[in-house]
């Protein structure tokens, strides 16, 4: 059940009680504790319905507002202490580290080829070879033009061919162009691995280390736990695993940003409109997917990670709202499913229980 809730809702009664006794105007202070009554019974069914099993593979549901604990649940064969395969999510907290690079001059800004800053992986290529103008602006959008599309099983760079070979950034790069560089999204995991490389050769620590010393240590995450690559070095694509306490935690940083951590302006500029995908409403960030939903008249616009079996992490800054789930729905449409949780059930119980002022 949602026990965080209930101790938030026992204070919120005691100090709204305390209000009324001492002042005249204390039933002025009321509407925003009668409006929170509807937000509680729809986050008790909420927390019932995924005790019931309501959703086959959702294997942890946490939501927090304005940093307050609402829920936190886990399905009956999972413990808080189990690390979580976060997949593709993984490539969020990669475009992250590369924030940091560029805030440590380590990269001059996202129009840098990636050439220029790892030149031994192109020493093999002809001077004019229109790989050499990929940048890194290109890798994190999605854009690279190279003949990569994991969700096409035919596409010559899918991600379960690069899977299979000695050598994934090698194999990214011997794919040919298929697109011009920036103009057309495909969704790689190579590219991504390829930027993880450029984090371990610009930083001059293990992606591992890196990340523990920028990220996950001053957020007080201690479960993470990097795949590794056949060369030695680390699976930035994807497989990271953390707890799902730690994945949220993670989650309420994204939410607006904390700039004694993530730059500001990296921030705005990673979870902010980069491009359209094709054939999705969703459009894209760096690494970080963005949608909106229609409530009550509104537009609420959020950003989320989102890995294969239905790991995500969804942020409404509007509503100071970080809804995060981990699961077990591999390569079904069923790990979508926390889609609709929060389009449909966690957002509206949330407005119902906000101050107009909120809301409107």
């Known amino acids: 059940m949602n026990l965080g809730f209930v101790n938030r809702w026992l204070c919120l009664t005691a100090i709204f009680s305390l209000l009324g006794a001492c002042s005249t105007t204390g039933n002025d202070a009321r509407p925003d504790l009668v409006s929170a009554i509807p937000m509680e019974q729809s986050l008790d069914q909420l927390s019932d319905d995924f005790d019931a099993g309501e959703w086959p593979g959702v294997t942890s549901m946490t939501i927090t507002v304005d940093g307050d604990l609402l829920i936190e649940e886990y399905s009956s064969d999972v413990s808080t202490d189990d690390t979580h395969d976060l997949r593709s999510a993984t490539k969020s ?30 020493s093999s290529f002809d001077s004019r070879d229109l790989k050499r103008q990929i940048t890194v602006k290109d890798m994190l959008t ?51 691995v390829l930027l993880g490389e450029l984090i371990t050769d610009l ?47 993670l989650g309420v940083t994204l939410l607006d940003g904390n700039p004694e951590i993530i730059s500001p302006d990296w921030f705005d500029e990673m979870v902010g409109y980069q491009t359209d995908v094709y054939e999705r409403r969703s459009t894209y960030g760096y690494l970080w997917w963005r949608d909106r939903v229609e409530m009550d008249g509104r537009t609420l616009d959020y950003h989320y990670a989102h890995g294969n079996g239905g790991n995500f992490i969804f942020a409404v800054p509007d509503l100071g709202l970080v809804a995060s789930f981990t699961g077990t729905n591999f390569g079904s449409r069923l790990q979508f499913q926390p889609v609709s949780i929060l389009q449909d059930r966690i957002i509206p119980a949330v407005m119902d229980g906000l101050p107009s002022s909120k809301t409107e």
């Open 93 to 122: 907290v990669t475009a992250i580290l590369i924030g940091e690079l560029i805030e440590d001059g380590l990269i001059s800004s996202v129009d840098q080829p990636v050439a220029k800053l790892i030149p031994h992986r192109f």
């Open 142 to 192: 999605m854009r690279s033009g190279m003949a990569c599309d994991d969700w096409v099983p035919a596409s010559l760079g899918q991600e379960d061919k690069m899977y299979e070979t000695p050598d994934w950034v090698a194999f990214f790069l011997s794919q040919p162009r298929a697109h011009e560089r920036g103009k057309h999204f495909s969704y790689c995991t190579g590219g991504v």
């Open 203 to 249: 930083s001059g620590m293990s992606v591992s280390d890196f990340a523990t010393e920028r990220l996950f240590e001053p957020l007080g995450i201690s479960s993470a736990k990097w795949a590794d690559t056949p060369t030695g070095g680390t699976d930035t694509g994807g497989h990271l695993e953390m707890t799902a306490a730690d994945f949220h935690r």
